[in-house]
Nanobody
Framework: QVQLVESGGGLVQAGGSLRLSCAASGGTFSTYTMAWFRQAPGKEREFVTNISGGGSVTYYADSVKGRFTISRDNAKNMVYLQMDRLKHEDTAVYYC??????????????????WGSGTLVTVSS
């Protein structure tokens, strides 16, 4: 059983930056693909980005490509999401998630095995 706890959300102006963190416990962290999803008010939860267990492979949603960067520190059991040039439409609850399997396959809510409780990011326009 893997437990995930997100932190770092908050209020930021459009064009600003924010860094989210996710602390994992209870499993062999490096064996999991880690992902970030987000859910805006009234919308379905959507994939943002993921990273392979070793950290060498990443995928990004088109909407965040070039602005967001995912990284992980397996020694600390941490995964991060650096968000730059934030837009109002990035406002959402951001969720950290984990699953076994390669990142090419682990990009849907159905494939994720473990979820954090989320952290709210609000971007003012």
């Amino acid at each position: 059983q893997v437990q995930l706890v997100e932190s770092g959300g908050g209020l930021v102006q459009a064009g600003g930056s924010l860094r989210l963190s996710c602390a994992a416990s209870g499993g062999t962290f490096s064996t999991y693909t880690m992902a970030w999803f987000r859910q805006a008010p009234g919308k379905e939860r959507e994939f943002v980005t993921n990273i392979s267990g070793g950290g060498s492979v990443t995928y990004y949603a088109d909407s965040v490509k070039g602005r967001f960067t995912i990284s992980r520190d397996n020694a600390k059991n941490m995964v991060y999401l650096q968000m730059d040039r934030l837009k109002h439409e990035d406002t959402a609850v951001y969720y950290c998630a984990a699953a076994r399997g390669g990142p090419a396959l682990v990009r849907t809510t159905q494939r994720m095995q473990y979820w954090g409780s989320g952290t709210l990011v609000t971007v003012s326009s």
